[in-house]
């Protein structure tokens, strides 16, 4: 595109490359800096210099005389609106972003004089020139958020946190992706977020957020029964627990169950979140404390956790540290199954309490416990129950 520079001066025109001292030069270009009575027009390949207050980001003609050849430096005899198609002007694509100023990320950041009436981290086309390290915009086309990620470029996603530590883990439905957010930025799990970051293209995508307003909580999980949900639900029933430790074995799950303390034998409700291979609690309680569980020495169900009561008639003690002990109530009899990781030593008469699985030892009745917590002597459990 031609330029409009002109030069008067021994009876004609001539390029401003070319302009002497006192020559008079005719010259569109941008204000890219003025400041005072001082200020700087370019147009995309030269620039001048002019002794006028003008407005940054305008296009203006001066008609002016060559005042200093090396610094290009006019005076301005006459001033008007200037035409932007006259102007040498370059075409940038890539994204917008905002990062205390604002750019446009291909993905290297090119800075923008001023800040476009655009949505952060959409596809964008600008209009305009460089000056220094600064394109000036004269007018963009907006587009939309990328579909897919591109390292180092602005991504949006939209998921359930799984995990609220450092990073965040983030369930898009499809993949984890890791999410780290401003500092002192805390979301909750099972919270469904909005959230817009520069894009890192890992093993696991990663996104890096520079501002709180970069983060949108839309919602929450969707709930579904136990059984029924999927990474990223929140799962929700009331079960027994099995077995207690490093989280909790619960009977109507293959998942283990963790950040709630419980005890075997414990009936609990809860909403959980579902993570790939574990639930982790958003609300449990102990709705049925197994001291509340009635008696089952008489009718114990297999595969279930029972609690079984009585006193303790006879004990034997094998040479490898295994032990029996019966217990009776009444008419009816269990044995109880003592191992030697137990470290238990029962006596005859004792009353005894005990939570565990029933199974049969050489086709008798019996009852195997997981920790000695399980097992209570008198009126009092070795383990007490933990406050939840």
């Given at each position: ?111 923008l ?57 983030i ?61 990223g ?13 490093r ?14 303390p ?54 034997k ?18 044995l ?7 470290n ?44 939840h």
């Open positions: 595109m031609l330029i409009a520079i002109y030069f008067i001066g021994r009876g004609g025109y001539t390029s401003l490359e070319n302009a002497q001292k006192g020559d008079i030069v005719v010259f569109t270009g941008l204000c890219v800096y003025s400041k005072g009575d001082f200020s700087i027009l370019t147009n995309g390949r030269e620039t001048v210099a002019i002794y006028r207050n003008l407005t940054e980001g305008k296009v203006y003609t001066i008609k002016g005389k060559l005042a200093h050849e090396e610094k290009k430096i006019l005076y301005p005899l006459e001033i008007t609106d200037g035409n932007a198609e006259k102007l040498h002007i370059s075409n940038i694509s890539g994204v917008y972003w905002v990062d205390h100023n604002c750019y446009i990320l291909i993905p290297q950041k090119v800075k004089n001023r800040c476009l009436d655009i949505q952060k981290g959409i596809k964008v086309n600008v209009r305009g020139m460089f000056y220094g390290n600064t394109f000036y915009v004269l007018g963009f086309e907006a587009g939309n958020f990328l579909t897919e990620p591109i390292d180092g470029l602005p991504y949006k996603v939209t998921g359930v946190v799984l995990d609220n530590g450092t990073p965040t883990v369930w898009n439905g499809r993949e984890k992706i890791k999410v780290y957010l401003p500092y002192r930025f805390h979301l909750n799990l099972g919270d469904k977020v909005e959230i817009l970051g520069i894009a890192r293209l890992y093993s696991t995508l990663t996104l890096y957020v520079n501002s709180p307003e970069d983060v949108k909580l839309i919602g929450k999980a969707r709930k579904k029964p136990i059984g029924k949900e999927s990474v639900d929140i799962a929700y029933g009331s079960c027994q627990v099995i077995k207690s430790g989280g909790l074995s619960l009977d109507c799950t293959n998942l283990r169950l963790y950040s709630f419980a005890r075997t034998g414990d009936i609990i409700k809860f909403e959980a979140l579902r993570r790939e291979g574990s639930l982790v609690c958003l609300n449990c309680s102990v709705v049925l404390p197994r001291e509340n569980l009635e008696n089952s020495i008489c009718n114990p169900k297999r595969g279930r956790i029972v609690k079984i009561e009585g006193k303790v008639s006879w004990v003690v094998y040479k490898n540290g295994f032990g029996l002990a019966n217990i009776t109530n009444n008419t009816c009899w269990i109880l199954k003592l191992k030697k990781s137990l238990l030593e029962l006596r005859e008469n004792q009353t005894v309490t005990a939570f565990g699985i029933y199974t049969t030892y050489r086709e008798k009745p019996a009852l195997e416990v997981y920790s000695r917590e399980d097992v209570c002597l008198g009126n009092s459990c070795s383990g007490s129950r933990q406050e």
